[in-house]
Structures are given as structure tokens and as C-alpha cells.
């Protein structure tokens, strides 16, 4: 039998929950260490998008003209903070050697293993119970101009023809939008359909998440700031107080997100950085709710109905400041959205939310032991795909606490390129 742990989940945001989910559904012992609150950080602001399609690494051939543009423009979905530049050197560098096609080509390689397991291990939380209601399948996937859609959707058959996901829709112009999708506005010409996308309403998804986390029997320590790891599988936390506290266990999953890389530098690990990238969503009122989440690629937005409610999902923003909500940049996104979406009443925007994404320069998360230390596991740096990614991911972390090769459905993972340390 496997042997049971009392596991340490650090951090209670998509990635700890869905660890301590599986890990308890496993029969270990879990405690959850949340600096604020179950379900902070970026867990439930996000567009709800669990995507195969769309699982890669961020950079492109895009990127470096995407930096120029957030560096030196206040309208950039991209934004980027000039006083932050020393600091996010090293991260901007990997994050443009990362857009060149090898080892952009490895990123999708190293990711692509995970696509087929992911839909089926949501699938297996929502047989448990847990709410993957208020959205659907398939995603509207729109541009203004043609040669950007056609772009997205050459990479799109492509990564259907290697075996990756499901081909999109053929490429589609003019009234038969209307007829789709009579929500958005003349400006947008161009779209075609990617079936197989999944869409949920990540608020009621997180809340229920918690509730079966709870109900599972973990343990949940709030308002304590992991400062560092301690020896062996412990750590050691600040409590609201200030007061200095030390949490032992058998195991350490730190899922600490974009502060994961504090967490690891000041208990002397080097490992691959994980820095804040923000993004930015509302809910607006709107005469005409679309059908269907609709993604544009151009305007850099995503437009998601959700239990009756309309949400925009936007931005990214580098300032080193993960916590501070800029409304600048919500302006921004409502001008990119007022674009997309019609009769919308973008002065009513209510549930404005900030979230911290955690981001690698290479766009792969930092997902295995630490080396030297095998009783600490980082589960972290999911970039833009924590939804899509957190139930496997849960499960590969309870795979590496039981001491097992990760593996779903008879396929084992290669973790190699996600190591803590590359």
C-alpha cells in the first residue's frame, strides 16, 4: 500500500487547491498555508478557459515587436514598468530567446504531453462533485484582419495534425459572423471555431473546490506568509501577528504562484524565476450576450459569458508589484473590448479584479522535487494555463509525494523539462 504523508500545500490559490484535492482523495493528510485567503492570487478572476488548443509557451515571433510596444506605450495590452527593467532583465532575455522557433518547438513539445489528460482529469473532479458549470464547449476565436487569423489558424491545424488537439473550423468572413455570433461589433471581420475548448465559471469552480477540499478533512492555516523553507519538509511562516512560526510535515508542495521564487531564493534553491504578470477582468452589462466565449487575438481579449454575466479578460503587466491593482490598465481593456463586444455599458463595469499570474521566461511551470531535496515538490509557474493545467497537475504532485512515476491513462510524463533548476 502506498504509504500516507501529512503533506504541506503552500498556498491556496487554483494549483494548491487542486493538489490538496488530489492528494487527500489519495489519503494523505494535507495543510494548506494561505498568506490571505482559499482561493486568492489569480485563481478566480481568470477567463475560465481550459484550452488544448492553447497550451504553449507565451513568447513568439511577436514578442520582441510586443516588449517595444509595452515599454514605450500606455495603450499596449503588454505594459511593462521602465524602473522594473534591471530586475526583469534576465527574465525579458529568456523570455525572447524563448520565442525562437527551437526552442519555442520544444516548449510545445514538453507541454503537449499534458493536452490529452487534461479535460479528462476536470472531468473526474466534476464526477467528485465539483462545480464546472457556467460556460461550455468551444471558443469563437475572432481578428480584425485577415492575415492574423489565418496566422492562428495554420498553428492551430498544425498542432491538430501532430496529434495535440482538435482541428479548428474552417476560416469564415463577413455576414456569417452576424449570424454566429450577433453580439460583437462590425469592426470584427474575421473567425473560425476551436471545438474542442472547454469554458467554467471560475468562481463558483473555486468555491466548490473549497468546499470538497474541506469537506476531504485538509486542514487550512490563513493569514501566514511562508517566508522560507525550514529543514527537512517543514517551513517557516509569519503569521498576522509577526510572530515567527515553524510547520512540519512528512512532504512540502510549495505552490506559493508569483511568489514562489521568493519562497525558494531565501532558502538558498536556485531555480528557473517566477515573476508576477498581471491580468486585468470586469463584468459589464451588455444588451446581447454572446453565445459563446469569444477569444480575439488581435485586441488581446477574451469576452466570457458566465452564469448570465458578461466577462472581459485582459492584460499583462509587468511592474513588480503584484498586489496593486493599476485602473489604468482596466481602461486600457475596456477600450480593447469596446471593440469586440456591442451595446455594451463599459461605464457600469462592476467585480473589477487584478490577478498575479505566474510567469516563466520559457512558459513551462516549474513542476517536479527539488533537487537535493526530494521531500519538497514546486508545483508553480503555470504562466497563463493554471486552470487548464491545475486538476493534472494535482495529480502528478500526488504521484511524486507517493513516491510513483507521474503518469495518467498509461501515459507516463517526462517532468525533465519543467525541473526546478534549469
Given at each position: 500500500?502506498?504509504?500516507?504523508?501529512?503533506?504541506?500545500?503552500?498556498?491556496?490559490?487554483?494549483?494548491?487547491l487542486c493538489s490538496a484535492y488530489w492528494l487527500l482523495r489519495e489519503g494523505h493528510r494535507v495543510t494548506?498555508?494561505?498568506?490571505?485567503?482559499?482561493?486568492?492570487?489569480?485563481?478566480?478572476g481568470n477567463a475560465g478557459e481550459l484550452t488544448p488548443q492553447m497550451v504553449a509557451p507565451l513568447a513568439s515571433t511577436n514578442t520582441a515587436r510586443d516588449i517595444v510596444a509595452g515599454l514605450f506605450s500606455t495603450r499596449s495590452y503588454l505594459s511593462i514598468s521602465p524602473g522594473k527593467l534591471p530586475r526583469l532583465a534576465g527574465f525579458g532575455m529568456g523570455f525572447l530567446a524563448s520565442s525562437l522557433p527551437k526552442l519555442r518547438a520544444r516548449g510545445d513539445a514538453a507541454l503537449a504531453q499534458f493536452l490529452p489528460h487534461m479535460l479528462p482529469s476536470l472531468e473526474a473532479m466534476a464526477d467528485d462533485g465539483v462545480d464546472t458549470s457556467g460556460g461550455g464547449h468551444g471558443f469563437l476565436m475572432t481578428a480584425q484582419d485577415e492575415p492574423t487569423l489565418l496566422a492562428a489558424h495554420a498553428l492551430y491545424a498544425d498542432r491538430a495534425a501532430r496529434g495535440w488537439a482538435q482541428a479548428p473550423g474552417e476560416p469564415m468572413s463577413g455576414d456569417a459572423l452576424r449570424r454566429a455570433e450577433p453580439a460583437l461589433t462590425d469592426e470584427t471581420e474575421y473567425w473560425f471555431l476551436l471545438p474542442g475548448e472547454f469554458s467554467l465559471d471560475p468562481v463558483t469552480f473555486v468555491a466548490s473546490l473549497i468546499e470538497r477540499v474541506l469537506a476531504l478533512g485538509a486542514n487550512v492555516v490563513t493569514d501566514a506568509t511562508v517566508e522560507q523553507l525550514g529543514s527537512g519538509a517543514s517551513v517557516v511562516a509569519i503569521d498576522e501577528r509577526g510572530t515567527r512560526r515553524i510547520i512540519t510535515g512528512d512532504r512540502v508542495v510549495l505552490a506559493a504562484g508569483a511568489w514562489t521564487s521568493r519562497v525558494l531564493r531565501r532558502s538558498g534553491i536556485r531555480s528557473a524565476g517566477v515573476v508576477a504578470g498581471k491580468g486585468y477582468s470586469f463584468t459589464v452589462p451588455v444588451r446581447t450576450m454572446p453565445r459563446t466565449l469569444v477569444h480575439s487575438m488581435d485586441l488581446h481579449c477574451v469576452a466570457i459569458p458566465m452564469h448570465g454575466r458578461l466577462r472581459i479578460v485582459g492584460m499583462m503587466e509587468f511592474d513588480g508589484r503584484p498586489e496593486q491593482r493599476n485602473r489604468d490598465r482596466l481602461d486600457v481593456l475596456a477600450s480593447f473590448a469596446s471593440r469586440l463586444i456591442d451595446d455594451a455599458d463599459?461605464?457600469?463595469?462592476?467585480?473589477?479584479w487584478m490577478g498575479p499570474r505566474p510567469m516563466t521566461a520559457d512558459g513551462l511551470p516549474l513542476l517536479g522535487p527539488v533537487e537535493g531535496r526530494r521531500e519538497v515538490i514546486v508545483a508553480s509557474g503555470h504562466n497563463m494555463h493554471g486552470l487548464s493545467l491545475g486538476p493534472l497537475t494535482g495529480r502528478i504532485v500526488t504521484d511524486l509525494v507517493s513516491g510513483s512515476q507521474p503518469a495518467a491513462d498509461g501515459w507516463a510524463f517526462d517532468l525533465a523539462p519543467f525541473a526546478v533548476r534549469r
Open positions: 500500500m502506498t504509504k500516507r504523508h501529512h503533506v504541506l500545500v503552500v498556498g491556496g490559490g487554483l494549483i494548491g494548506i498555508i494561505e498568506r490571505d485567503h482559499l482561493g486568492a492570487g489569480a485563481a478566480t463599459w461605464s457600469a463595469r462592476t467585480d473589477e
